[in-house]
């Protein structure tokens, strides 16, 4: 009972399965008859479409047959045009190749009629038959023969002008070949010409550079010569102007024009201190002197040059330029040092003689001039007194201050040459030679020009350096350039001063100042107050008071000077006289019993030197 059971409900269990399989299948037959229904449509219309364009084919099929039965007639003709057409393409293509093959043979025979007349002949038969055979075939190939026969024709007429032009070739060459016969033979004569011109330039060089040493050795000894016999002429005349002839009368402050001191003279010997300078620094010629460019270009910030120096192809001239600035200064430096030595233990053998002498001279006319004022009377010769001593002082220092035997000017003498030696250097030891002692009569003659001649006169004279910046004025300034241009001009490098009288008004002057100017547009203004205050912090930072030299000081400034209205430089030579009795009223006591002066820091470094 329960295994009946058990299989009745595994019967249920398979009936339900097989339903459900039948339910499935019946819904996969639905589609599968949608999907057919959906096809059979689907063919319908392809069929459809296939019948209607069979017929359009159909009729197309008859449309064309028709055309077909109409060209029928027609196809036997094209048939036997077609097998004309062929038997012609074969008949051209034989007819082309016998005709090639002729071609041939005739090339053949046209050369090998150029060897033997008889071979033409032989030859010109076998073409007579074939010929004969080629007008028995075709029309056309006769045609073509008679074109044939045009060209070789043509071609006959081609090779007799190239013959004639062989010929002339031949004649062309020949004048060639004679006119390059002669062409080497000029060639050949220029060359030995070109040869005996080089070898006569080359003598001439040879001779012409002997020459030229020959006079520049010359030139040197005339101008060493030239250098005494002024010195010379110079002494005498100083021995036969005598005092008197120097001073004149005693209230009478004018000199004589035969006086040494004249302004016209004195302009004279500033000229020729000028050409001094000039001939110490050299023309700096290339294969003579070696000049270091890189240090002298670091010469430009100090005087605030515009100008640049191309290092390839560097000016000369402004080069010299600042070089004689250079030297003048250096000097000037040199007498600072040497007019603010006291009298003191460095006092020996009468080194610092002169200066002393000019101190005290300024001393006496600083006492002089308040016993003028503050003494009562109407005597003219105590108002020209201070005036004649400082003229009669400063008129025997200028003839005979800083002598031959001064060690002053010797040891300044080898420095001024060591620091000119950094700039520029000379090859020849005699031109070096004569250099270096040239050095000791330019120290010399700026100290008893500028120190003490300039003290002369009355008022005492002043030398003014124009600064990069100021306008160019041809009345002051000694420049090349048209009226028309002055005023788009200004100062790029001052290198000698304007030395004259009462530079701020009433201006007389001596000697105008050696300038170099550029364009104003191209100048850029100069520093101002607090870039100066940073060069002097600078300064102070890098030496202090301990500084090694006293030209530590003058690579970034330059020495005291007054200012003018203008802001241009003026040296005063009475400013020490002013400076003397400043000291006197309320200077400080030093440590070596002088007075203390503005400056001692600085001097103390000279005397390590």
Not at 112 to 121: A, D, G, H, T, V
Not at 458 to 487: L, R, T
Not at 542 to 547: A, K, L, P, Q, R
Not at 588 to 605: A, L
């Amino acid at each position: 009972m329960a295994s009946s059971t058990s299989s009745i409900q595994t019967d249920l269990l398979q009936v339900k399965y097989l339903e459900k399989e039948r339910l499935r299948l019946a819904r996969e037959l639905e589609e599968s008859q949608e999907n057919c229904k959906a096809f059979e449509e689907m063919l319908s219309n392809k069929d459809k479409l296939y019948r209607k364009e069979t017929e359009e084919f159909e009729q197309t099929r008859k449309g064309l047959l028709q055309e077909i039965y109409k060209l029928r007639p027609y196809e036997t003709e094209y048939k036997r045009i077609v097998k004309e057409h062929q038997d012609l393409l074969d008949g051209k293509n034989r007819y082309e190749t016998n005709y090639k093959e002729l071609q041939q043979r005739f090339n053949d025979q046209n050369k090998i009629l150029q060897e033997s007349q008889k071979k033409f002949n032989d030859q010109g038969m076998v073409l007579q038959r074939l010929r004969q055979k080629c007008d028995n075939q075709s029309m056309n190939l006769r045609d073509l023969q008679q074109k044939y026969e045009n060209q070789n024709m043509n071609l006959r007429e081609s090779r007799q002008k190239y013959d004639n032009q062989s010929k002339n070739l031949q004649q062309v060459q020949q004048k060639c070949n004679n006119q390059s016969k002669t062409l080497r033979e000029l060639q050949q004569q220029y060359n030995n010409q070109i040869m005996n011109l080089q070898q006569k330039y080359d003598n001439q060089i040879t001779v012409s550079e002997k020459q030229c040493k020959e006079l520049e050795q010359q030139l040197d000894d005339n101008r060493s010569q030239m250098s005494l016999l002024k010195q010379k002429n110079n002494e005498l005349k100083e021995e036969a102007a005598n005092y008197q002839a120097a001073l004149g009368d005693a209230k009478n402050l004018k000199m004589s024009d035969d006086d040494t001191n004249h302004n016209v003279q004195l302009n004279q010997d500033i000229i020729s201190l000028q050409d001094k300078i000039d001939n110490y620094v050299t023309s700096l010629a290339k294969n003579k002197v070696d000049v270091k460019i890189d240090k002298v270009t670091k010469l430009l910030p100090r005087y605030d040059c515009q100008t640049k120096i191309d290092s390839k192809n560097p000016d000369k001239l402004f080069m010299k330029a600042i070089l004689q600035r250079y030297v003048l200064e250096m000097i000037f430096v040199y007498a600072k040092n040497y007019f603010d030595e006291y009298k003191s233990n460095k006092l020996k053998d009468g080194d610092y003689l002169e200066s002393d002498i000019a101190r005290k001279t300024d001393e006496l006319y600083e006492a002089m001039e308040i016993f003028a004022n503050a003494r009562n009377g109407i005597d003219e010769i105590t108002k020209v007194t201070p005036i004649k001593l400082r003229q009669l002082v400063y008129t025997v220092l200028g003839m005979r201050g800083l002598g031959n035997t001064h060690s002053f000017i010797k040891t300044y003498t080898a420095h001024l040459n060591n620091s000119m030696n950094q700039y520029r250097v000379v090859s020849d030891p005699k031109r070096k030679e004569y250099l270096n002692g040239l050095a000791e009569d330019l120290i010399r003659e700026v100290f008893r020009i500028f120190y003490f001649r300039l003290k002369i006169q009355e008022p005492i004279a002043q030398y003014h350096w124009f600064k990069s910046g100021d306008k160019v004025n041809k009345i002051s300034m000694k420049i090349n350039c048209q009226d028309d241009e002055i005023d788009d001009l200004v100062v790029d490098l001052c290198t000698f001063p304007l030395i004259g009288q009462n530079m701020n008004s009433n201006q007389k002057i001596f000697t105008p100042a050696k300038v170099f100017a550029c364009h104003k547009s191209c100048h850029i203004p100069r520093l101002s107050l607090v870039s100066k205050a940073k060069n002097t912090i600078k300064y102070l930072y890098n030496y202090g008071e301990n500084s090694n030299s006293y030209f530590d000081y003058f690579d970034y400034f330059d020495y005291p000077k007054s200012s003018n209205s203008n802001g241009s430089y003026i040296q005063d030579n009475s400013e020490r006289s002013r400076d003397v009795a400043t000291e006197k009223k309320g200077g400080e006591k030093r440590e070596d019993g002088g007075e203390k002066r503005e400056g001692d820091e600085y001097n103390k470094t000279k005397k390590g030197d």
